[in-house]
């Protein structure tokens, strides 16, 4: 469980909302851009599980392999998701099939950046000594178009989102942009392209990629006074295929590729700059179920 684990479960989340993106899609079956959406709004769940290539923590060079559960379903019109250490819930209901989608309601995380060392190979991180974990509350707002260039089922949607931590490990805002865009590419794969961004204030910064004197005689690494800023631009891509010839009901392989680039003090701080690497990489496969 690493700190890279939030984007893995971004991936991930986004992988398999993408299974379920298109409700009635493979009840037809065909070329996507000739059936018509006829979404009812009916209740479905999609679970998952991907192994995902990680970087250790937060701006490590180093990476691992780590399990990322996750869900994505609706219920009585409401939608919620689970993403490995991310939970959110939709409390507007559905515009069912093509239109406009207003999204909006609250967003967990359990950031384990850091909370252990056994999975960190650096030794100058792991004398930099662990971090609780840290629980982030808050809450995000969206909009989303689906039917919009090559069927009634592609969708785009754009959102914000702002949590801060509210047990102890920080007391920091993480403010989080993103837009994505997914198409349907037959009645059995779908694909989805993702952008976003995260802006962190002085608290998150001093938590993760600041260096006190102290660990600093510990670690070797200089001190470091880490300020808030913008911390990350990313992007991705995901896609999914079913194995039983059918999108919305059985199994389907998914994975994803995601790019991250570290910014500013996030960047520049010793944690990244000297025992670590700005670029970031992931990698996701999996396993969904839906039904």
Same mark, same amino acid.
């Given at each position: 469980?690493?700190?890279?684990?939030?984007?893995?479960?971004?991936?991930?989340?986004?992988?398999?909302?993408?299974?379920?993106?298109?409700?009635?899609?493979?009840?037809?079956?065909?070329?996507?851009?000739?059936?018509?959406?006829?979404?009812?709004?009916?209740?479905?769940?999609?679970?998952?599980?991907?192994?995902?290539?990680? !970087? #250790?923590?937060?701006?490590? #060079?180093?990476?691992?392999?780590?399990?990322?559960?996750?869900?994505?379903?609706?219920?009585?019109?409401? /939608?919620?998701?689970?993403?490995?250490? @991310?939970?959110?819930?939709?409390?507007?209901?559905?515009?069912?099939?093509?239109?406009?989608?207003?999204?909006?309601?609250?967003?967990?995380?359990?950031?384990? /950046?850091?909370?252990?060392?056994?999975?960190?190979?650096?030794?100058?991180?792991?004398?930099?000594?662990? @971090?609780?974990?840290?629980? %982030?509350?808050?809450?995000?707002? *969206?909009?989303?178009?689906?039917?919009?260039?090559?069927?009634?089922?592609?969708?785009?949607?754009?959102?914000?989102?702002?949590?801060?931590?509210?047990? *102890?490990? =920080?007391?920091?805002?993480?403010?989080? !942009?993103?837009?994505?865009?997914? +198409?349907?590419?037959?009645?059995?794969?779908?694909?989805?392209?993702?952008?976003?961004? %995260?802006?962190?204030? @002085?608290?998150?910064?001093?938590?993760?990629? *600041?260096?006190?004197? %102290?660990?600093?005689?510990?670690?070797?690494?200089?001190?470091?006074?880490?300020?808030?800023?913008?911390?990350?631009?990313?992007?991705?891509?995901? *896609?999914?295929?079913?194995? +039983?010839?059918?999108?919305? =009901?059985?199994?389907?392989?998914?994975?994803?590729?995601?790019?991250?680039?570290?910014?500013?003090?996030?960047?520049?701080?010793?944690?990244?700059?000297?025992?670590?690497?700005? #670029?970031?990489?992931?990698?996701?496969?999996?396993?969904?179920?839906?039904?």
């Amino acid at each position: 469980m690493r700190t890279f684990f939030r984007t893995a479960s971004a991936a991930l989340a986004l992988s398999i909302a993408a299974v379920g993106a298109a409700p009635a899609l493979a009840q037809d079956g065909g070329d996507p851009s000739t059936i018509r959406n006829t979404d009812d709004g009916g209740d479905f769940v999609l679970v998952g599980l991907g192994a995902a290539l990680l !970087p #250790d923590y937060e701006g490590s #060079d180093d990476y691992s392999v780590s399990p990322v559960p996750g869900a994505i379903g609706r219920v009585s019109g409401f /939608n919620f998701m689970l993403a490995g250490n @991310r939970l959110s819930v939709d409390l507007v209901p559905d515009n069912y099939g093509p239109g406009i989608d207003f999204q909006a309601g609250p967003v967990a995380v359990l950031n384990l /950046n850091r909370a252990s060392t056994k999975g960190i190979d650096d030794d100058r991180i792991k004398a930099l000594g662990k @971090r609780d974990a840290a629980i %982030e509350l808050g809450g995000y707002l *969206g909009i989303a178009k689906t039917g919009v260039l090559t069927s009634e089922f592609d969708r785009v949607s754009a959102s914000v989102s702002y949590r801060t931590g509210v047990s *102890g490990a =920080h007391s920091a805002g993480i403010f989080t !942009p993103t837009v994505s865009y997914m +198409t349907p590419l037959s009645t059995t794969s779908v694909v989805s392209v993702f952008a976003s961004a %995260e802006r962190a204030e @002085r608290g998150y910064a001093r938590s993760y990629f *600041g260096i006190t004197p %102290e660990q600093s005689l510990d670690s070797g690494l200089p001190v470091y006074n880490a300020r808030g800023g913008w911390k990350n631009w990313t992007l991705g891509a995901v *896609g999914a295929k079913s194995l +039983t010839g059918d999108l919305r =009901h059985g199994l389907q392989a998914f994975g994803g590729v995601v790019y991250r680039r570290m910014l500013n003090d996030f960047a520049d701080s010793p944690v990244t700059r000297i025992a670590g690497d700005r #670029d970031q990489w992931l990698g996701t496969l999996g396993l969904a179920y839906s039904f």
